[in-house]
Every structure is written in C-alpha cells, then in structure tokens.
C-alpha cells in the first residue's frame, strides 16, 4: 500500500471510536506522557481492573486466581472437559507501566475461546516502581513455575500484545542465553520490538495511529529502561539472535506507529531460519484484537489456525 496513505497534514482529527471503543482504548493505553504521575498510574490501573472484568467475554469459562511465589497470576480455563497437554503463558501490555489480571482477562478469555488451552496470565511488576529486569525476572519465574507444573517447554505457546509482545520475546532470548529450551510457538499482537524507535512507522503513523502516540511511547520507555543500553536484546528484542527461535504469528494493524517494529522482526526471524508470519489486518489499529470487531474475531481464528499447523 502507499505511503502516502500514512502521510495526513498535522491537526487531522484521528479516527472517530464508538463509545465502547473509547472504553477499551482508555482500558490499553496509560494515557499522554504528563499523565505519568504516580496518582495518574495508580487511576489507570484501577480503571483497567475494573473495565477488563467488565468487558472480557466469559461466556463457559472459569477464571482461578493463583500466587506464584508472590506473584499474582490467574488461569484461564473452559468450564467444559477439554485437554490440558499445552498451557499459553499470557504477557499483558501496558507500557510496562499499566495492566493487571483485569487488564488480561480481554485477551485471555479469547485465546481460551479459539484454542481450547488454559490460558496462563500473571501480574509482573511494574515501573516506575520496578524498573527493568523486573517484569523479566518475574515472567522468567512464573515459566519455572508451568516446568514445575510438568509442562513441557514445546508445550507452552507465549503470547502478549504490545509490551506484553516486548516481554515474550525477551524471555525467549533470556531463556535461549541460559542454554534452557524455548516454547513451542509465540503469538504476538502490535509487539513492540525495538525501544530505540528506529523504525520509520513511528514518523509515518504518528498522525494516523487512534491509540499511540510517539511521546508515550517515549515516556514508558524511560520510566521501564531507564539508562540502560536500549539495543539489549532483553529491551530491545529486535536486536537479538533468532537462531532456533519458535513457531511464530505476528499481527500488526496498518495504522499504528509501531507497524515497523512487527515488519522488521519478521524480516529478521526469516532470515534467522525462522517459520514466521506477519498478518497485516488493513485500517486496524494497535491491539485491536481486544475490541468488539469482526476482523478481531477472525485474527483470533487465525491464531488458532496457526497453532493447529504449527504445534
């Protein structure tokens, strides 16, 4: 498609979201960067726990809270008998400055839906609070934990959206640094893959993306890096080795400053050797698979699909 589709004269009015959409896009994003105070974080994660218990279709699902070692965590499960063999480890998004179990429950409750799996989702720590390794550290340890449950690796699919996609591909090269085998496939929703923003979607989008804008981006970065290198694979996974990496399922609207971030890891996972595919889903928007929308329901069947060709 053109460029110039991405191309639109400062002071356009953004796309226009129904009342429901407004809800959601306020349930994913923290908000503007002078928003990031402590008493304004602490309104959004509130507001997220709340509106994702509203939202999240539970229609013959069960939802059991659990506590890893001091981390919350919650599974997700059809109340019908179904086989338990695999188990997806769900990384939420957020910044890494938002989210909770509420938050997961959206997008949990539809990879339940489409793949029959338990659904496996955790509360990491966030930043400010806890900067970076701790969401790491802490989705390294709730991995321990589906070991210890008996789960083989190859047995688990890793998903996430956003940071929540960040997250997931950083245990992976954490996980493949320790020598440690890697899960069966990664599913991954507007992943965001490189925190130095290099990426030419961020200059190309930032007047067409409803939900991102470039000085959030920018405002989480430094409140979960900090100071630290940003090409570090485990912040910036792009920037990794792909060697031997998983199965993997990228979707990235077309409208989002982050779309760079999906077409480049794809590019450098099928040099690396790796079995990957990014599905780009026209006049979408940054995780819109957890709104109400036909093209959400068919990406979370092409998830499914994916996996049943794949594992």
């Not at 957020?94 to 409750?109: F, I, M, R």
């Not at 321990?144 to 688990?156: E, P, Q, S, T």
Request: proline share 5%; aromatic share 10%; net charge negative.
């Amino acid at each position: 498609m053109s460029k110039d589709r991405y191309r639109r004269k400062r002071g356009t009015p953004e796309p226009k979201l129904d009342p429901a959409m407004r809800v959601l896009k306020a349930l994913h994003s923290a908000g503007t960067p002078e928003e990031l105070t402590a008493d304004e974080l602490e309104k959004q994660r509130r507001n997220q726990e709340v509106l994702g218990n509203l939202v999240a279709p539970m229609n013959g699902m069960e939802w059991e809270c659990t506590d890893i070692d001091g981390i919350s965590a919650a599974w997700m499960r059809l109340s019908r008998p179904h086989k338990k063999k695999r188990a997806v480890l769900y990384c939420h998004g957020g910044g890494y400055t938002s989210g909770n179990l509420g938050y997961s429950k959206v997008l949990a409750s539809k990879l339940t839906q489409r793949t029959g799996f338990d659904v496996l989702a955790f509360e990491y720590r966030l930043a400010p609070e806890f900067p970076y390794p701790a969401a790491l550290d802490d989705a390294e340890k709730v991995w321990d934990y589906l070991m210890h449950l008996g789960y083989g690796a190859r047995d688990i699919v890793v998903a996430g959206d956003s940071a929540g996609g960040n997250l997931a591909l950083a245990l992976c090269h954490k996980l493949k640094a320790e020598g440690r085998m890697l899960p069966g496939a990664l599913l991954l929703m507007s992943p965001w893959t490189d925190m130095t923003a290099s990426g030419v979607s961020y200059e190309q989008r930032r007047d067409f993306d409803p939900m991102l804008t470039v000085e959030y981006i920018q405002a989480v970065r430094k409140a979960y890096a900090g100071d630290c290198d940003l090409k570090s694979p485990l912040l910036s996974p792009l920037f990794g080795d792909f060697e031997d990496f998983p199965p993997t399922l990228i979707q990235v609207g077309s409208h989002e400053i982050l779309y760079s971030d999906s077409e480049q890891l794809r590019d450098r996972m099928v040099e690396a050797g790796v079995t990957c595919r990014l599905e780009v889903w026209d006049d979408m928007w940054h995780v819109f698979q957890m709104f109400p929308l036909k093209k959400s329901s068919y990406a979370m069947d092409s998830m499914a699909h994916f996996l049943l060709e794949e594992l």
